[in-house]
Structure formats: C-alpha cells, structure tokens
C-alpha cells in the first residue's frame, strides 16, 4: 500500500501489528484520528501507555489489578477456600458476568502446550499448588476449557494436589468440547459451574 506520508505509514504499520487489524483497518483508523481533535489521540496514547506500566498482576491469584491484590481478592465477603481455575484474564470475566460464582480464582496464564513449547514452569501453577498444600484450600474447580492441552493441564494439577484431599470438581460439559469458556452464553456458562462434577469421574469419562 502506497502511502502518501512516512509519519502515517509508521503509525499504520505500528497500529496493524494488533491481532485482528490488517493495514486497511489501521489506515482507517489513523485517518479517522486525524480528523478527530488532538485530544482524543492524546487521551488514547496516555491511557494505553498507563495501562501498560501501570497493570499489575494480582499477587494471590494473577488476575489483573490496578493495586497488588485484585478487587475480587480483597472483597471479604467472597469465599477465599474455594478456588476456581482459569486459563486467563477473560474467564475471569465470563464467569464473574453469570453472578454465580462468589469463590476465588486462580489465573494460569495459559495451558501446558508441549508443542508449542507451554511447560507447566511457565504457568501459575506453583503457587495454586503451595496453596492448597497451606491447607488454605478446601475446593478447586477446574474451568479450563475441554481441549486435549486443558485435560492435560487439570490433570497435571490434580496430580499435584490430590494427596491434600481436597474437593476437586470441573464444569459440566455443558460447555462443547474444545469451546474457549469466553465464548459460553452466561446461562451456559452459570449452569455448568453449578453442575460441576467430581474430577475423579471427570477423568473416568475420558
Ligand atoms: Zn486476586
């Protein structure tokens, strides 16, 4: 793409590296600022820039936070010994939007992937496990999303805590095979955290 101005080709091309833009949308997007007040650029650049030095990861549970707990973490009428486990930031959010589930989380940060390299040391999954081992845990619900590299991941997990017999449960398949929990309508999503089934039979069922 021919374009008429270097300053515009770097913000195009800087703009287009975010996943889901290609180099027509981004082009759309710096014309459209540039006829906007200079404010609303600044505005943007600043947020953006306080976001990204400013974020912090929740020191119990690695959800994001503006503080070194998360919100969620710091409401003391929320069940602290029940610990529901998710990939990431935006199961989080699907399963605070069903109103159902007023444990704690733990964010992974992922999945064990070996062939992509995802070891369980790249994940959060030493401090979930010396947690449990604390005795400060007295359930954990798998909410990983039913991919061959989230059973792996739960069963990883159990293996590591099953000696602390504490309850271990995953969501009902309501939830389809393979289907990310972002996706799930919160009906779905609500029902199967209420139907969660023992992980014991969760893994008979495999
Ligand atoms: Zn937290």
Do not use: W
Request: charge should be negative.
């Amino acid at each position: 793409m021919e374009l008429p101005s270097k300053l515009l080709e770097n913000a195009v091309n800087e703009i287009a590296q975010l996943p889901g833009i290609g180099k027509r949308t981004a082009l759309r997007l710096a014309l459209h600022l540039l006829k906007q007040p200079n404010t609303q650029t600044e505005t943007l650049v600043t947020s953006l820039a306080k976001l990204r030095s400013e974020i912090q990861y929740c020191s119990n549970c690695h959800n994001i936070a503006d503080a070194t707990r998360c919100e969620i973490c710091n409401n003391t009428t929320r069940e602290a010994s029940v610990i529901c486990v998710v990939e990431d930031v935006r199961d989080v959010m699907a399963i605070e939007n069903t109103g159902l589930f007023k444990g704690h989380y733990h964010v992974l940060g992922g999945k064990i992937n070996p062939m992509e390299g995802v070891g369980p040391s790249q994940l959060n999954i030493n401090t979930l496990v010396e947690k449990v081992k604390s005795g400060a845990v007295t359930e954990i619900i798998f909410a990983l999303s039913s991919t061959m590299e989230g059973d792996t991941t739960n069963f990883y997990i159990y293996k590591q805590i099953q000696e602390c017999n504490i309850i271990t449960s995953t969501i009902a398949r309501g939830i389809a095979i393979g289907d990310e929990l972002e996706y799930a309508d919160e009906v779905t999503l609500g029902r199967s955290l209420i139907h969660r089934i023992p992980f014991e039979k969760a893994i008979k069922q495999v």
